[in-house]
């Protein structure tokens, strides 16, 4: 079984997606939309905490705990081109 490369910057992005780093380089865009109706999640619908997403552990973290599985933000990403 592949392991997940550990995220290491992450930005939000407008329509509840994020932008990823990945630590082999690859740059992955993640669609948080799917998890917030999960009750864990719901509280991400208001931008400011959506918005404060960082870095945690091996993953990403929001203030409350939240948390999406290395596994899950890596293979469930779409990878971004780089720009020329």
């Known amino acids: 079984m592949e392991l997940a490369p550990r995220a290491v910057k992450v930005a939000p992005l407008q ?8 630590e082999n380089g690859e740059v992955k865009l993640f669609d948080v939309k799917p998890y917030l109706d999960h009750p864990a999640f719901r509280e991400l619908r208001i931008i400011p905490l959506f918005n404060a ?3 945690g552990g091996l993953s990403i973290e929001w203030l409350r705990g939240q948390d999406i599985c290395p596994d899950q933000l890596y293979f469930n990403s779409v990878s971004i081109p780089l720009e020329n």
Do not use: E, P, W
Request: aromatic share 18%; hydrophobic share 45%; no cysteine.
């Open 15 to 22: 329509d509840y997606r994020l932008s990823v780093t990945f």
């Open 53 to 55: 997403v960082k870095i």
